[in-house]
């Protein structure tokens, strides 16, 4: 026996975690246990006394077996994630109006709602091809999408009652800016089973305010947060989560810890709400260039603040298989996942919507997919060199398709630490703990990769 190269361990005084990227499991061991865990990692073939915690930590895949091939274990998980066996994954754009005219926005906001001609072609397309998939997948985006609340409301009806007639789960996710998410739209949502919300406050009002305009130049944080706050109040309970996520620059570094504070007085240890701290990135477009020199590099320079913000009971959105197998593997590197632009264009990104390689065809009005020859292109791009690093399993080195195929490439957003960071970010606050266990479980009762990563964020 041996200890698995894909462990990863963080200790305190209190507690040592253990994290196996390939068996996806996450455990934290107390205190009493330290000792125990930590000399059965350095020599499983000792005869240990404790050897109900010896069977646990392999039956965790902590320590295996020394002829079993973790590498072969992987690689297999990976090819089924990119092949077809997830869900059918539909990104939709029902508009690309924004009422929003943020300062790092790669989209042009042209007046372009989807009609009804190409809303009846995806109707038609799911209907013919529902069949060859567990189930269905769909992801609401912009645009704005709330700005085309009607059409998300039609279209989903339909694409529900496909599956209901066709026996296939359905469940459905919205990317929003939360201005129009009221009580009551967020009501009109949930009727037609969205159930994950992703809306982005960038801080505390004056970094908000700057990053995130009104299409007039008005500030816009006090609505959304209000929206949040009176969700919260008026929908203790149910099934749906929403995710706030944060853009950071430069100038919000100095207040990542007060907007902390501030977000804990409303949402602290509630299940509902977790949060997801990003960069601002450059994703094409002109708007980016004006805030160049406030972009940062380093993810690992939220650090602190993440731990802090976790430490007041604010659970961080972590994605299950960051930890695991293809968690960081894009989705536009799989087989089965499609973006759907208002004119029924099929795309493979949902940044650099103009690049011409993200076109990869469109669905005729009778619901035929066309695809084009850049289909194959985002199958045949060069994974990421660097084949003895440990977070492989993670990304199976396509961490983002569009870099490589852009610069020919692959710029890595994480580092050795990262995964250790994540951990630490876990193991400090119990809900994000238990929320994750939770959904390892779930995933893991879940026959299929696409649902299991439907839990977790899209990078
Ligand atoms: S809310 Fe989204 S789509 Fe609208 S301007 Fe901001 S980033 Fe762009
Ligand atoms: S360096 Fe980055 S892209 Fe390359 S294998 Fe490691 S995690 Fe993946
Ligand atoms: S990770 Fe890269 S390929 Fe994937 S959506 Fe983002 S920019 Fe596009």
């Known amino acids: 026996m041996k200890a698995s190269r894909y462990n990863f361990i963080y200790e305190t005084e209190n507690y040592i975690s253990v994290c196996n990227i390939v ?121 704005e999408p709330l700005c085309a609340l009607e059409r998300i409301e039609s279209l989903s009806r339909k694409l529900i009652r496909i599956c209901e007639e066709n026996k296939k789960p359905y469940m459905a996710n919205i990317t929003s800016n939360g201005y129009l998410l009221s009580p009551e739209v967020f009501r009109r949502l ?26 007039d130049g008005s500030d816009t944080f006090e609505t959304v947060i209000l929206n ?5 109040n008026q929908y203790p309970k149910g099934m749906y989560d929403i995710t706030i996520r944060t853009n950071f620059t430069q100038q919000m570094l100095s207040t990542a810890k007060p907007f902390a504070k501030y977000l804990s007085q409303y949402f602290a240890d509630n299940p509902h709400f977790n ?44 994605n299950r298989t960051c930890l695991g197998v293809a968690g960081t593997l894009c989705y536009a590197s799989t087989r089965n996942s499609y973006i759907i632009t208002p004119t029924g264009q099929l795309l493979k990104c949902t940044s650099f919507l103009d690049e011409p390689i993200n076109n990869v065809g469109f669905l005729d009005d009778k619901g035929n997919m066309h695809l ?52 630490k ?18 995933g893991k009762k879940s026959s299929n990769l696409e649902e299991r990563n439907k839990h977790g964020d899209k990078l």
């Open 23 to 143: 068996s996806e499991e996450f455990i934290r061991f107390p205190e009493e246990k330290i000792d125990s865990v930590r000399r059965i990692l350095n020599d499983p073939e000792v005869n240990w006394n404790d050897l109900e915690l010896v069977s646990y930590m392999q039956e965790k895949g902590f320590i295996i077996d020394d002829d079993y091939d973790e590498e072969k274990t992987y690689l297999k998980m990976l090819d089924r994630y990119k092949g077809n066996a997830g869900h059918l994954d539909l990104t939709i754009m029902p508009t690309l109006q924004c009422n929003f005219r943020c300062i790092y926005c790669y989209e042009s906001h042209e007046i372009i709602d989807m009609d009804l001609e190409t809303e009846d072609a995806i109707v038609a397309y799911v209907k013919s091809e529902i069949r060859k998939y567990p189930g269905l997948s769909i992801e609401w985006f912009g645009g």
């Open 425 to 442: 970010i876990l193991s400090e606050n119990s809900m994000t703990y238990e929320c994750y266990r939770h959904r390892t479980e779930l």
């Open 275 to 318: 949060l997801l701290w990003r960069l601002v990135g450059n994703f094409g477009g002109e708007r980016i260039n004006s805030i160049r020199n406030l972009l940062l590099k380093d993810l690992s320079v939220l650090n602190e603040a993440r731990l802090f913000a976790s430490k007041l009971g604010l659970p961080f959105k972590i």
């Open 190 to 215: 949930r009727r037609i089973k969205v159930q994950h919300y992703q809306i982005t406050v960038d801080g505390l009002p004056e970094t908000h305010n700057f990053q995130k305009p009104f299409i």
């Open 372 to 423: 084009n020859e850049n289909w194959e292109m985002w199958f045949q791009v060069e994974p990421c060199a660097n084949k003895q690093c440990k977070n492989r399993p993670t990304c199976g080195g396509m961490i983002c398709p569009m870099g490589s195929l852009k610069e020919g490439t692959c710029k890595c957003p994480w580092d050795d630490n990262s995964i250790i960071d994540e951990m």
């Open 228 to 232: 949040l706050i009176n969700i919260k």
